[in-house]
Each structure stands twice: as C-alpha cells, then as structure tokens.
C-alpha cells in the first residue's frame, strides 16, 4: 500500500545535468538526468515504493510524472530535488513577487506513485504541454 | 596530423577557465579531443562536432513539421516580427559574445523592444541588492592568492562550477595562499550535503528558505550579541564558532548561489548578505561575489550597463531605457501577456521558465537562436542555427568577477553557417529597412 507524500522541493543545476544538457536537451540522457525526483531514504520509506518507480509530483502550479531516485546528495529528509529543467519547471512557483525571479525553490508538492505513466522527453514534455495535451 | 590549441577559454560557466586545449585536425575543421576542461565544458566542445547538428534555418509548418529556409529568409522572418511587434521580448544574451550583445542592443533600441538576459532567472535578484546596498567585490585572482575564508553560501561549485574550487577559491596555492587547501578553512550552508559540503570543514545544513534568518544571525553573532538556540536549524553554538573563524581569517569571501537568488527573500536574502560582508570588514578583509552562470552573463549586464544604465530587464518599449524588475522582467512580462512577440538568443527559456511563460511563448511570433535544439526551439515558429562562440568563432565575455577574457576559435563552423553577430547585423540592415531609418 503506498500513499502519496508531501515534501519541499528544489530545483538546481547537477553536473549530469550540465552535461547532459551540453549534450542536445533532444536526447535520452537529458531525461535520465532530469527527469528525476531526488528522494531522501527517510521519504521512499514513507512513500512505501521502490527506487527507481515513476510518480507524479504535484504542485498548485502543475503536475509532472518523474522517475524517483534516492538522493545523491544527503540526507535532506522532507526535501526534495529535481535537476532544472522542463520537468521542474513544470511544477515551481512561477510567482517573481515582484522581482523578476520565479520561486524556483521552496515549493510544496505531492509525490504518488504512478507507475505506469512514462516520463516524457524535454521536447515532447513542452510540445505536449503547449498543446495543452497533457494529462 | 593533429595541431594543439593552448590556453583556450571555456565557453561554459562564469568561471571561464582560460586554460583548456583542444586537439583539432590539421585543416581546422574537426575537433578531436578536449583536456582540462570538467565534463560539462569538455561536452560542449565535442557536441559542437555531432554529425546531426542543424546547420541550417527552419521554419514550423502549419503541420507542426519543420521546413529548411535561407538565413536571409529566417532574417527576414525576425526582423519582421520584431518591427511590426509593438513590444517585442528580446531575451537571452547570455551564451554569446559581448559584440553580438551589442548590436541585439543596437536592434533593441531601433524597435523598441524590452531587453532581458539570463540573469532574470539567476542573479537579477542580486542585481536588485547590489544596487540598493552596493557591494564590497574583488576579482577571482585575488582569492586565489589572499583568501583563507571561504564561504559558499547556497551554491554548489562542485556540480556547477566545478573547476572554481582547483582553479580559485579551494585548492590553489597563490602569493599569500601557499598552503593551497590546508591554509583555507571552508565553509558550506546548503540544506543538502552536497559534494560541495564534502570537502567543507564546515556544513551548515541550514532549513530550506531561512538564509536571511541565519546571515542576520551571524550580523549578531560577530558583535558578541545574544542570539535563540536555534536559527534556521542551526545550533547558537555552531553560529558563534562560524562567525569567529570568519573573523579570525586574513581574507573572507563569501560566494553566494541560487540557493539565496531563487529561494523566498529573493534580494532582501543578498542585502544581508551583502550586511554580513560589510560588517566582517570590521574585523578582518571581506568580499562578496555572485557564482554567475552562463560564461557571459556578465558581458551582457556589462554592454547593457554601459549603452543603458541598466544591466537587465531594461525597457526600451518607449523609446528611453526604462527599468522595473517585477515589470519590465521576462516571466512577468509574459504571464501578464505584456509582449507580442518573443526573440531568443544564447538561452534556453523552454527549459528554464516556469512552464506558464513557455507556454506564452508558443502562442507568439517567436524566433531562436542557437546552436542546439532545445525545448526553446521546439516552442518557436523559426528556428535559427549559429556557431559555438568560443568554439567556432571569438569574440569577448566577461568572467564571474567582471574580468574581460578573449574568447577563441579553434574549429571552422560547419560549411555555410552564420555566427550570432553576423545574423545580427543581417537582422538590423533588415529592421532599418522597414522602419525607414
């Protein structure tokens, strides 16, 4: 039995990412480095999943199906981190408060297992959501 | 035969290392082999050489397939949309060298448009701080060589910038620094241990969100103040012995990231910051610097600072520059449905916006200009390939500590293409034409 859980999530660069993006954001190891969520043990726990399933995290600003991988860089129990990119940006807070700057970090979402959703590409993730035909 | 290219500027992040070579072949056309570059700058250099490169402009269909044009065609398209457009978004500017900067601003100015780089997503907010409180800098050299305080404060230089710590701030021995790493005493606050932290004497996991807390804390603690057993989720005791060490050093310098930028506070979190920096030159010698991103996001608020005043989000939309973070910034700008067409070049806002303004963006006329296919391209109706500055042609940028470097070419760029500034004076002979100037 597996029930959905709530963290804080941040976004930022990670050197996979940085050379997956160097790489062409159009090829599979882009989304391998960032189509992922970072979960620390303490949360996979709580979830009641496997390394490695898929899940939808949900914000009040959208919702995105990621890969959850335990975290490379902890422990950071009660947070959560996807690599910048499209997959994070669909669910950060896009509000500047009147700075200019999106609130890319500190945003509260929900993670639920979803393993039979597919991660999508970066390319097929916008034109999809541009089209409005994400799920 | 292979030649060997020296001292070649790395085309990545704001460290830009100038000490990378490169092997290319004997005509100049292919490049081999990339050393002392980390992985994410040795990749750039070798994915410049991929066989399914787009070296040509396309141009969406109507069914959603791409058709092949001219570049006197894809100039044609933007000069178009950017002069019949009644307030254009010209954003990008970071991935490119400081001559094309110029004439984007040389265009910008003719039409009428708002001009926004990269830092509108990085460190606009610290921008924003600088400006309300100033900021006491110094350049990278003079880390290397003096400083033994170091402190990274929501950056991770390991995954980011990760030649900074051998080349600067960690590792290096310098003219007061001979020591290298055992004279340093390093200093991490992050809410993640990250790699970073690893190789820190000191990690302040700090709760996520809570930096002006804990820099105001330390703005106590160096006067001897009293401060609550806990700020930020950080013992009172661990405060005090961080803040004596900071004092207790020749040099401090505080390098500061998206954790503090991005994070709730926004620019109030690099006023204190800056606060902290001022108050540690009581004690001791102190500085402050922002780990800027792309390689030259700094040239573009330079050239911008220079010709405008303003060194981002500057609106030229009423024909004087005009600057309102909040207003006149990409993301507001977009959400609120302020612009009516979108250029971008040397950035990827596909990948690096909230989704809500990408989504704006593929509703406008929309052009971008880059040498790779990005989430930015997949949104836009034109789509134009350049060369690698840097890499296929030089040109200026300017360092994370404001130094200028000269960048360097050290391959041909495929047979037929154009760079950023060539695409651009084509665009502006284009602009100056309708608009009879």
Not at chain 2, 139 to 146: F, S
Not at chain 2, 158 to 168: C, L, V
Not at chain 2, 257 to 266: A, E, F, L, N
């Amino acid at each position: 039995m597996t029930m959905a859980i709530r963290v804080n999530l941040i976004t930022g660069r990670t050197i996979q990412q940085g050379v997956a993006m160097e790489a062409g954001k159009e090829k599979p190891a882009y989304t391998t480095a960032c189509g992922i969520i970072e979960l620390d043990p303490a949360d996979f726990k709580k979830l009641g999943t496997f390394r490695s399933t898929n899940v939808r995290v949900t914000s009040n600003h959208g919702s995105v199906v990621v890969k959850a991988v335990e975290a490379t860089q902890g422990p950071h129990p009660g947070v959560a981190y996807i690599p910048m990119g499209p997959w994070a940006n669909m669910i950060v807070n896009p509000n500047t408060y009147s700075t200019g700057m999106p609130t890319f970090k500190g945003v509260p979402v929900e993670v639920d297992v979803a393993k039979n959703e597919p991660v999508l590409s970066s390319l097929e993730l916008v034109r999809k959501g541009c089209r409005g035909e994400l799920a | 035969m292979t030649k060997t290219v020296t001292d070649v500027v790395c085309p990545f992040c704001g460290t830009l290392c100038d000490d990378l070579e490169v092997v290319v072949s004997d005509d100049g056309k292919d490049l081999l082999e990339v050393y002392n570059a980390c992985a994410i700058g040795a990749e750039k250099f070798l994915h410049s050489q991929a066989k399914d490169r787009i070296t040509r402009p396309r141009m969406r269909q109507e069914d959603g397939s791409w058709k092949e044009i001219s570049y006197d065609e894809a100039a044609e398209y933007t000069a178009r949309i950017l002069a019949d457009a009644k307030k254009p978004l010209m954003y990008g500017w970071s991935s490119t060298n400081c001559e094309a900067q110029s004439i984007g601003s040389e265009i910008g100015e003719a039409v009428g448009a708002v001009m926004d780089n990269t830092a509108t997503v990085c460190h606009g907010t610290s921008l924003i701080a600088v400006q309300d409180i100033g900021i006491p800098s110094c350049t990278l050299g003079e880390v290397k060589n003096r400083a033994d305080r170091i402190l990274f404060w929501g950056c991770n230089p390991a995954h980011a910038h990760p030649r900074h710590m051998s080349r600067y701030s960690i590792f290096p021995r310098g003219f007061f620094t001979g020591k290298g790493h055992a004279g340093r005493k390093i200093i991490v606050v992050d809410p993640r241990v990250t790699d970073t932290a690893h190789v820190a004497d000191v990690h302040l996991q700090i709760e996520q969100g809570h930096d002006y807390e804990l820099l105001d804390a330390f703005r106590v603690a160096f006067k001897g103040e009293k401060l609550p057993d806990f700020v930020a989720g950080i013992p009172k005791e661990k405060i005090y012995e961080v803040a004596e060490t900071l004092k207790s050093g020749r040099f401090a310098i505080i390098f500061f990231g998206m954790g503090v930028t991005q994070s709730i506070g926004k620019n109030h979190n690099i006023d204190a910051a800056i606060a902290v920096t001022r108050d540690l030159n009581e004690y001791t010698k102190a500085a402050i610097m922002p780990m800027r991103g792309h390689y030259n996001v700094t040239g573009s608020g330079q050239v911008w600072g220079w010709q405008f005043g303003f060194p981002f989000a500057v609106d030229l939309s009423r024909g004087f520059a005009r600057y309102n973070p909040g207003e006149t910034t990409s993301n507001d700008l977009l959400r609120r449905d302020e612009v009516d067409a979108v250029f971008v070049l040397g950035s990827d806002p596909g990948a690096h916006f909230p989704f809500s303004s990408v989504k704006k963006i593929y509703n406008l006329p929309s052009v971008a200009i880059d040498p790779h296919e990005t989430p930015t391209t997949e949104v836009c109706k034109v789509h134009v390939p350049v060369a690698f500055v840097g890499v296929e042609v030089g040109g200026c940028a300017y360092r994370m500590d404001n130094v200028p470097i000269e960048t360097r070419k050290v391959v041909d760029a495929p047979e037929g293409m154009m760079t950023d500034e060539e695409f651009l004076k084509r665009v502006f002979a284009r602009v100056k034409a309708i608009k009879g100037v």
